[in-house]
């Protein structure tokens, strides 16, 4: 399938409806780029996306999928991390409540507010401690949409168990992880950057100046490029690219914490979500999702082995639940566990000798000595500081490319993000422009793709225009788009990252899914043209 990823790659002439060739060149276009960034996690395309919106030439690879480890195997939280106060972390979480607002306005229809229910245990935290945490969070960083905290008191309506009468609510934000990294992916892309997915950097070394690099797709081909400088943005394998592609010695070690989430139907009503406090001094969050289920995380254990393999075991699983169940009246048990899902955060490696205490703050490491070209390479970070580790990363280059323009995402929308102000208004327009569109399909386009959903309609006149349906709201229309424009290529990719519907869609419709994919050839995908702007406006 390595020939559909290469071939389906759209320039952003294409996505405009613009001209381009239905069978770009499989090798990169530009002879030496400016910068060569190794790794598709968040930090990578974010790296990347604000390179090419500075002006510089950019090529990204990944190995995998986008986002086909860590980045899609988070919390999905945007947020502050109350908890890292008391590891006195304050410049991480000032940076981190900061940006909460940024990526609110990035990506509204990816991002939103989301109110959480600490329940107060008096043997585990004082209160005067929690009222002066969560004084610090509503103070510390910026807030202009996220409501202050407040003192609750339960009554006998609550989900909480009786014995648990008050608590406490504060705001962070919800996160679509594998979108946010695909969205800044495609800004890359739409600034002129080249992002090679199922490509992997097999060595790179430095001669006269430059980067050489030395990359080979899934199918066993093999290319090279130059660049003027290389970033390191690899996660889990950051200390392994140096050291097996680079034959350089890792100038810090990194710890694996492995953390795992389980996903259960709806333990409650409501759209808020609950941080429970356990008597090992850690926190659990139970967080709504997609409307049917509540999702359960995280846990921290140290990891040792591949990365790639990570599971959930049965004492994480055990664990997340005995915290659930000291909280809540409905008991959960194993059978109850619709998807697990594990990933491991690739930490700064501090001495802590607790995996909790492992800072989740960024280190960036660069190495140029004499005329030899920069190596970037980026330890640790977490996903809702991103922006901010691509700003200190495109800040440490900057010797190197004088004519850069300045910092440009704070206040750019991420794709999608344009013209429009909330997912509902926007599903609204959707079925008033598409009246025989499906309300329950705008809703999620409209959480999925925001106003490039428009580019979705486009050209179409009726329900039976979206193609072959595979269940759960899935159709063709949409698996072409996501093939042609988002790097998609396999069931997974789908199902799991460009949209969560995995979790929806049967056996017997993941198999025809798998059996379009094999038949799609590039002469069959439509081209995905601008949005007609009557129908947008009907």
């Known amino acids: 399938m390595m020939w559909l990823a290469e071939c389906l790659y759209l320039s952003r002439q294409r996505i405009r409806g613009e001209h381009s060739m239905q069978h770009p060149p499989l090798a990169p276009v530009a002879e030496i780029y400016d910068l060569a960034v190794v790794g598709g996690g968040i930090n990578g395309v974010g790296i990347a996306a604000d390179a090419a919106g500075r002006g510089l030439s950019v090529y990204l690879c990944e190995q995998g999928d986008l986002a086909q480890h860590t980045s899609s195997a988070s919390s999905k939280l945007v947020h502050g991390g109350l908890r890292y106060l008391e590891h006195y972390e304050l410049r991480l979480v000032r940076e981190a409540l900061a940006e909460r607002e940024v990526l609110l306005n990035m990506a509204p229809h990816i991002v939103a507010p989301l109110r959480f229910i600490l329940p107060y245990r008096p043997h585990l935290r004082p209160a005067w401690m929690i009222r002066t945490g969560l004084f610090l969070y509503d103070h510390l960083g910026r807030r202009e949409r996220l409501a202050p905290s407040r003192r609750l008191r339960f009554g006998a309506d609550s989900p909480l168990k009786a014995e648990i009468t008050q608590g406490f609510e504060y705001s962070d934000c919800w996160v679509d992880d594998a979108r946010l990294v695909v969205l800044n992916a495609m800004s890359a892309r739409e600034h002129g950057a080249h992002i090679h997915t199922r490509t992997r950097c097999v060595s790179a070394r430095h001669s006269k100046g430059l980067w050489h690099l030395h990359l080979e797709r899934a199918d066993g081909s093999r290319y090279s490029l130059r660049a003027r400088a290389l970033v390191n943005a690899a996660g889990p394998w950051v200390t392994d690219f140096l050291r097996e592609s680079l034959r350089q010695r890792p100038a810090h070690a990194i710890r694996l914490v492995q953390g795992s989430h389980l996903i259960v139907p709806r333990l409650y009503d409501g ?48 664990y997340l639940l005995a915290v659930v169940n000291r909280h809540f009246k409905q008991q959960l048990q194993a059978e109850d566990i619709r998807h697990r899902y594990a990933g491991v955060r690739p930490l700064c490696d501090d001495e802590s000798s607790d995996p909790s205490a492992i800072t989740r703050d960024y ?55 344009e013209d429009m102000s909330t997912p509902r208004d926007l599903a609204e327009a959707l079925c008033t422009g598409a009246p025989w569109l499906p309300e329950a399909l705008a809703r999620r386009w409209a959480h999925s793709y925001g106003s490039r959903s428009w580019t979705l309609l486009h050209g179409l ?78």
């Open 271 to 318: 759209e808020h979500a609950y941080i429970l406090q356990n008597d090992d001094r850690r926190i659990v969050f139970v967080i709504p999702y997609l409307e049917q289920f509540s999702l359960i995380g995280t846990t921290d254990r140290e990891y040792r082995g591949d990365p790639a393999q990570v599971t959930v075991t049965e004492e994480e699983i055990q």
């Open 363 to 417: 280190t960036l490491v660069l190495n140029a000595e004499g005329h030899e070209p920069p190596l970037l390479s980026v330890f640790g970070g977490k996903l809702t500081t991103y922006r901010k580790l691509a700003e200190a990363a495109l800040a440490e280059l900057a010797p190197w490319f004088a004519r850069m323009k300045p910092a440009w995402t704070h206040d750019a929308r991420l794709p999608g993000g």
């Open 461 to 538: 006149h009726g329900l039976a225009d979206l193609g072959e349906h595979f269940g759960s709201g899935l159709y063709a229309r949409e698996v072409d788009y996501l093939i042609a424009v988002e790097w998609a290529l396999s069931v997974e990719d789908i199902l799991w990252r460009r949209s969560k519907l995995g979790l929806f869609l049967d056996a017997q419709g993941q198999a025809r899914l798998d059996d379009y994919l094999q038949r799609q050839t590039p002469e069959r995908l439509p081209l995905f043209a601008a949005p007609d702007a009557t129908l947008r406006q009907a």
